[in-house]
């Protein structure tokens, strides 16, 4: 199975940016969907963004289209999270996870907070 690490999370003021980075190891990267997941406190986790395998096609939750942007690069087993104009609503736990037909693998998460 795939193992996945993300880093790239911290605290950053209302309007700031942030890079997220998801490295996968264990299996050939290009077999996964990528994306990721977010939980703030009190709240279920919900789906922020997803790649293809081939990165042709990206899909984001209408809370974050326009600001976030998902990427991957297979030569380096890893995929990104671009965060721009964070918002206070945007602080959360942040999760990686990877999809191979009906099986989910997930990162242990990284927190980002934004200040307001």
């Known amino acids: 199975q795939v193992q996945l690490v993300e880093s790239g999370g911290g605290l950053v003021q209302a309007g700031g940016s942030l890079r997220l980075s998801c490295a996968a190891s264990g299996q050939t990267f290009t077999d996964y969907i990528m994306g990721w997941f977010r939980q703030a406190p009190g709240k279920e986790r919900e789906f922020v963004a997803a790649?293809?395998?081939?990165?042709?096609?990206?899909f984001y939750a209408d809370s974050v289209k326009g600001r976030f942007t998902i990427s991957r690069d297979s030569a380096k087993s890893t995929v990104y999270l671009q965060m721009n104009s964070l918002k206070a609503e945007d602080t959360a736990v942040y999760y990686c996870?990877?999809?191979?037909?009906?099986?989910?693998?997930w990162g242990q998460g990284t927190q980002v907070t934004v200040s307001s």
């Open positions: 996870y990877a999809r191979r037909g009906s099986f989910d693998y």
């Open positions: 790649i293809s395998r081939s990165a042709i096609r990206s």
